[in-house]
Structure formats: C-alpha cells, structure tokens
C-alpha cells in the first residue's frame, strides 16, 4: 500500500480519486502471490525478474495514461464572454474503445475525472465488458445556462476532444452522466457527424446513451437500476449468502431505504417494489420521505413525474431525519460519493447495501460495516447495469441493426410451434390420455421476448448473473467472507492483468 494511501482507512472524508486507488491497492496485495504464480510460464525468469513484472504491470493498472484539460471562450446571450473548463481522461488502454460518462458540475476537476476514469476500467472488467475506463466533464453549473448556450458549450467540448483525438467509435465512447442526457449526446453525434466523421459509417457509435430515433436503444433509461436490482437480486436467492446474513432467500418481507430518488434510485426501488420488498423509506437532499407500511413507487414516480419533486407527496410522512441510520433489513445508497463514512458507519441498521451510486461507502466506513457483519454489494459491479446496456447500444451502432429485427419473431415463432407440434402428436397417438400442454412461466417468457427492451433485459441479465459467479467465487478462494468489494477488484483486475501482460505491454 502506497504511504499516502495508508491513512485513507481512517480518513473521514476522502478524496474520491483516493478512496478508489485504495481499494485496488488493497485487492492487488491480496492477489499479488497468485499473479506471481502466473510467472512461472516464463521459466528463464529470475525471481526478482517476475516480481518486477509483476510489480510494473500492477503499478501501470494503478496510473492514469492520459488526461487533458481543455479551456474555451463562449458568448453567452447576455453578450458577456465566459472561458469554460472541460476534462477528459483515459486510464488504461488495456481494451478499445474506452468508455465513461460526461458530466456537467461544478465540482468537476482533473483528480475527479481520473478516478471516474479508473472505476470505469475495472468496473467494465467486472461485468466482461471488452472497453477500458474513461471519464470526462465540464465545471459548469448547467441551472445557470440557457439551452442554446448549453449546446453551444456542448459542441465546442465535443470538438476539443476531437481534435486531440480523445473521443471515436473506435477511441472512446462517452456516455450521460450527472445533468447530462440524451439531448447532449445528440448534440456530440450531430457534431462528430458534420465534422470528423462525416465519412464514418459508424458515427452514431460516437457516443452511447442517445434517444432511440437517433440510433439509442430502447432499455437504456432504466438500466442502471434494473442492475442494482438484479445484483442484490443474485445474493438475495442464493442461499449460502443468505445464511451469513441469517435471513430467508427473497424479498419478501424484507424492508428497503433508498437514498437518492432520480433515475437510478427510482428505478431500483420500482424494481424491488415489484420483486416484493417494502419500500419503507426515500431519503433527498434535506428531507424523505416514510411509511412503514410501504411506499406505493409507482404513483411517487406519477407524483414526482407532475411535481418534478417527491416533496409534499401526501401518502407518505415527511421527515428530515437521516434515513440512513434508520431501521431497515436493506440500503440502497443511489444518489452521491461519501454518504456513509465513520461517523455514521456504526448507526446504520441495514444488513444489506447495494450501492447504486458511485463511491458511496468511504473505506472507514465500509470498514466498520463488515466487522458488523454487513454485506454490501459494491459499486463496481450493482450499478454496472448502466454502461452493460450502452455497450449493447454501442453493438446496435456498429452492426447497423436493432435487437430482434432478424430473430425475434423465428425464436417466438419456433416455441410456439414445438408446443402445437407435440400437442398434434399426442391427439394422434391412441388411447392418449395427457391433456393439453401449455408453455410454464419460463417458456411463454422466452416466447414472448421479441421487442429490443425485452431483449435488452434479458441480455442484461446474463450478463449480471455471470459476472457474479466470478466475484463469489473469488470470495471463496481468497476467503475474503463478506468483503465483496476486494473480490469485485480482484475479479475485475485479473482480467486485465492478463490482457496487459499477454500483449507485452511490459516489454521494454
């Protein structure tokens, strides 16, 4: 462990950049005696020798490779000049194209950025997503803008990034983020499309995260919560990981705060609530929301969507205490970094956290938590189902067609006709007495997947249900009990330890 790293897991407040490098710091001493075994293919190497590549490879996973700061003047309508600030960094090359967010907020910095940029690499190596990690931003307050000026701010980062040739379909893809949507990620295809890629059959992959008429993909807006879902979902019915919690398999009865309400939070909870937890408790910025006999998500959803906030929503008893420290059997932090830290960490009553948000468990606090016995699900791989969709987005680009278009309607269509051709058979054979049979649940399921967000779910799925085998599985080995972030590293590091060392990176 770095020196200046050693002190994060006291630090109350840390860096986020900080908060990240430690944690992979701390899964790369607990792996550091297996991948030295994986040196042993090299047998004309001196000890020392596979310990310095070993050690060079971890430190290159441990670095930024690129990270720019752009600056550039905008006329704003009330005819006063502005010189705004934007960044873009790439961590590792180990997969291309890269792939991470834009946002727009005034805490956007270089050290931000770069530790976005490193989360997304491991996070895309968790979930087997074939990218590197990538992250970028403008320091504005996009309230104080207009729409226009928005998009011209928009279009001259877009072309910054250009021409330094930060940004492609085969560079680095970005994506929404914080107070960026589909809207601005129209504005950079339009941009690419007129400028640098006017001859680039494969422009629209330029960015992910667009609307669905200029080549987005229907799924993507509820992706990252369907994920969280789905990631506590995976622990929630496996019954060894439920004894350590001494609790039954499902979601029945079991009681959920979420802490964050817009797009990930509200989604999540829309899922549990389906999946048959009680939705107890909804934490915002300065007041929440509760009622222990459940929270109906779908009409807060109707009452938000009409009031633009959840504030005065009358089934529901406001209140400014901090629901994190609340009662409950399950926490889903979705809003920002560092809500739960030391001095909160011992409060809180959830035996489960699924952390939808980037970063919100300080080491300190996580820390506390797992001496508690606590499991939580981490960042890295519970609200990975965001970027798995915009890779399926980014597919959908450079294979120029929807999901389902050539195969929904054979697959549908197949299972339909092997139930009515066994069913004509038994009418056939004498004296059969078998009534007719009908699709189960699973059957019509697969039957009835025929439209691109259909597909998209089921894919996304898959795509969480495999990578989880690899993180408990890790687990085990490693024997790490219910420390599931050092084995969504160790997980996610493996991967592209081999990919760097396989290509010689190292080499001199």
């Not at 840390?14 to 297996?34: D, G, I, N, R, T």
């Amino acid at each position: 462990m770095p020196e200046h790293l050693k002190k994060i897991e006291t630090d109350k407040d840390p860096e986020f950049s900080a908060m990240v490098l430690y944690y992979y710091h701390k899964a790369a001493q607990v792996m550091e005696k297996e991948l030295l075994k994986e040196m042993d293919q090299y047998s004309h190497f001196k000890p020392e020798e596979k310990q310095a590549r070993v050690s060079a490879i971890l430190n290159l996973i441990g670095s930024t490779c690129t990270s720019l700061e752009v600056s550039f003047p905008v006329i704003k309508s009330d005819g006063t000049y502005e010189i705004i600030t934007g960044y873009r960094a790439h961590h590792i090359r180990n997969r291309l194209p890269l792939k991470g967010g834009i946002r727009y907020a005034m805490d956007v910095d270089a050290s931000e950025v770069k530790a976005l940029a490193s989360i997304m690499t491991f996070k895309c190596a968790c979930v087997n997503l074939p990218y590197g990690g990538s992250k970028g931003g403008v320091r504005i307050d996009p309230t104080k803008y207009t729409v226009k000026e928005l998009q011209t701010i928009t279009r001259r980062y877009t072309m910054e990034l250009l021409k330094k040739n930060m940004i492609g379909p085969a560079i680095d893809v970005p994506a929404p983020d914080v107070n960026t949507g589909p809207r601005e990620m129209s504005w950079i295809v339009d941009q690419y499309t007129k400028t640098f890629g006017h001859k680039d059959i494969n422009a629209a992959a330029i960015v992910t995260g667009k609307p669905v008429h200029v080549g987005g993909i229907n799924g993507r807006h509820s992706a990252t919560g369907r994920g969280v879902w789905k990631a506590g979902d995976l622990f929630l019915q496996d019954k060894e990981w439920m004894d350590l919690l001494g609790w039954k398999v499902g979601w029945k009865d079991k009681t959920v705060i979420v802490q964050g309400f817009g797009n990930v939070g509200s989604f999540a909870a829309q899922f549990v609530q389906e999946a048959g937890a009680k939705i107890i408790g909804i934490q915002e910025a300065g007041f929440a929301l509760t009622n222990n006999d459940g929270i109906d998500i779908d009409d807060l959803i109707k009452f938000k969507n009409e009031k633009k906030t959840i504030k005065g929503y009358s089934k529901a008893k406001e209140t400014t205490e901090n629901l994190l420290t609340a009662q409950c059997d399950i926490l889903m932090p979705c809003a920002t970094q560092k809500v739960i830290t030391n001095e909160n960490a011992k409060d809180i009553k959830a035996k489960l956290i699924l952390e939808g948000a980037n970063g919100p468990t300080t080491p300190a606090g996580e820390k506390i938590l797992l001496d508690k016995g606590v499991l939580i699900v981490p960042d890295l791989y519970c609200n990975a189902g965001g970027v798995t969709v915009s890779y399926f987005e980014y597919l959908k680009n450079i294979n120029h067609v929807a999901y389902g278009k050539m195969t929904a309607k054979t697959t549908s269509q197949l299972v339909f006709e092997v139930i009515n051709s066994i069913n004509e058979s038994l009418k056939q054979t004498e004296g059969c007495t078998i009534p007719e049979i009908v699709p189960n649940m699973g059957l019509r399921r697969i039957r009835d997947c025929t439209t691109e967000a259909e597909i998209v779910d089921s894919a996304l799925q898959t795509v969480m249900e495999s990578s989880v085998i690899g993180i408990k599985a890790i687990a085990h080995q490693f024997q790490l009990c219910n420390d599931l972030r050092t084995a969504a590293y160790i997980w996610a590091i493996f991967k592209i330890f081999r990919t760097l060392e396989s290509s010689g990176i190292s080499q001199q």
